[in-house]
């Protein structure tokens, strides 16, 4: 609803607005556009993609780390590109590239209006909410497209606060004194919102329309449109991954009763607080596998 009044009274922003006379907006690297014309290339083999990925090294690991934690539960070690795309195929090959190389776009120092560790943490649990989810909910074509959507929902704000600390740092302030909702904040104090600024970067971007439709509507209440099933499980779990399990029947319905239209899809209060429970139990080790947190260091 609050992302419907935003449009209403201000135009859309583009990326020539926020960043600046002389400056370019933040592009993905140079080997996500190769491999995702490779995939999308039906006489272009897993073998060629394969190859393509190995060229860079730090890649190369994310994917192989992803492939090989609890999050895919593949049978056996993956230690080699060709195998793990192959594992994987073409779709979720993508989201997962995607996933590997959007950390990187934007400087992630601390700041006091910002922890980048919370960041992460919050986007990987709303991925994985969404993703379980996605599996119970009929209308979803690309599941695996789901954890990449949770995954960049809120990547408007990494570029917020990037250009304009102190204001983000003032909508934070806003936002627990006067009790306002986070998008009102930002309006007041940025001029702009984290959604709109994340829908145009993901359109300069070329990313698929559901990615673009979840960052712009993961706000709204009421979801329409050819991907509403998309929207509303994104909006659903970001509501959803500020909630820490073990949760019950009783306290699972309890955060529900604060969450409008939780209902719209076809999940059950089960299933909710099973795919919470999930994404508590995976959200570290997919953010050490995407380079998000250090890796864990053996002393032995």
Not at 69 to 81: D, E, F, M, R
Not at 178 to 195: C, F
Not at 238 to 245: G, M, Q, T
């Amino acid at each position: 609803m609050l992302a419907n009044a935003e449009r209403d009274f201000f135009e859309p922003v583009t990326l020539d607005q926020l960043v600046g006379e002389g400056q370019q907006p933040p592009s993905l690297p140079g080997i996500f556009t190769r491999v995702c014309q490779q995939l999308d290339d039906p006489n272009c083999s897993l073998q060629q993609i394969a190859i393509t990925i190995q060229n860079d090294p730090a890649i190369t690991t994310r994917i192989l780390k992803l492939v090989n934690s609890s999050y895919y539960g593949l049978p056996g070690q993956v230690t080699a590109v060709d195998h793990a795309v192959r594992l994987l195929g073409r779709e979720r090959c993508k989201h997962t590239l995607i996933g590997s190389v959007v950390g990187s776009v934007f400087d992630t120092h601390e700041n006091p209006a910002f922890s980048i560790h919370a960041f992460w943490q919050h986007s990987i649990k709303t991925a994985l909410i969404a993703r379980q989810l996605a599996d119970f909910t009929d209308g979803i074509e690309e599941p695996e497209a789901m954890f990449t959507a949770g995954l960049l929902h809120d990547i408007g704000k990494l570029m917020l606060i990037e250009r304009f600390p102190c204001e983000m740092l003032a909508a934070e302030e806003t936002m627990i004194r006067r009790r306002v909702d986070e998008l009102s904040a930002e309006i007041s104090q940025v001029g702009l919102t984290h959604t709109a600024v994340g829908e145009a970067l993901m359109k300069h971007w070329g990313l698929p329309e559901i990615l673009i439709d979840c960052t712009r509507c993961h706000h709204e209440t009421v979801h329409d449109g050819p991907n509403r099933r998309a929207t509303h499980l994104v909006y659903l779990a970001n509501r959803l991954s500020e909630y820490v399990p073990p949760l019950d029947e009783t306290e699972t319905l309890a955060i529900l009763d604060d969450i409008e239209n939780w209902d719209m899809g076809q999940v059950t209060v089960d299933q909710i607080a099973g795919a919470c429970q999930n994404a508590d139990d995976l959200v570290f080790e997919v953010m050490e596998s995407l380079a998000m947190i250090p890796a864990e260091v053996d002393d032995e």
